[in-house]
């Protein structure tokens, strides 16, 4: 079983940044969404380009190659040409440090419309 892995203090992870972490052998892009952390597979499941390096609005960030969207908190994928979503992972915060379970959770696929 694995264990929660060190990431970075709150502090050095402020909102709106991100960092990539390598923990279990997976690339796992942190996210702060105004004060909540979210990791998710750093790899579009598009084409596998990097997401860390894409532009984010709230909880949406867009990969820089082709433009699908994911949701950080979900791993849902928002747009095509993207159809699977993401990995998300564990995140935990104690004593001002932000930890990862690099136990890789299947994302909740394309949301719904009401």
Same mark, same amino acid.
């Given at each position: ?8 203090? *709150?502090?050095?992870? $402020?909102?709106?940044? %991100?960092?990539? &972490? ?8 942190? +996210? #702060? !969404? ?14 596998? *380009?990097?997401?860390? $390096?894409?532009?984010? %609005?709230?909880? &949406? ?8 969207? +994911? #949701? !950080? ?42």
């Amino acid at each position: 079983m694995a264990e929660f892995v060190h990431v970075a203090s *709150a502090a050095e992870l $402020p909102p709106g940044g %991100v960092t990539v &972490i390598t923990a279990g052998g997976r690339s796992i892009a942190v +996210f #702060n !969404v105004e004060g909540a952390f979210y990791a998710i597979d750093d790899s579009c499941t598009h084409e596998y *380009a990097p997401l860390s $390096p894409g532009t984010r %609005v709230g909880e &949406i960030v867009t990969c820089p190659k082709h433009g699908s969207r +994911f #949701n !950080v908190r979900t791993g849902g994928v928002l747009s095509l040409p993207a159809v699977v979503p993401v990995n998300i992972y564990p995140v935990k915060v104690e004593d001002g440090q932000v930890y990862v379970l690099p136990e890789p959770q299947r994302g909740r696929g394309m949301p719904h419309k009401a």
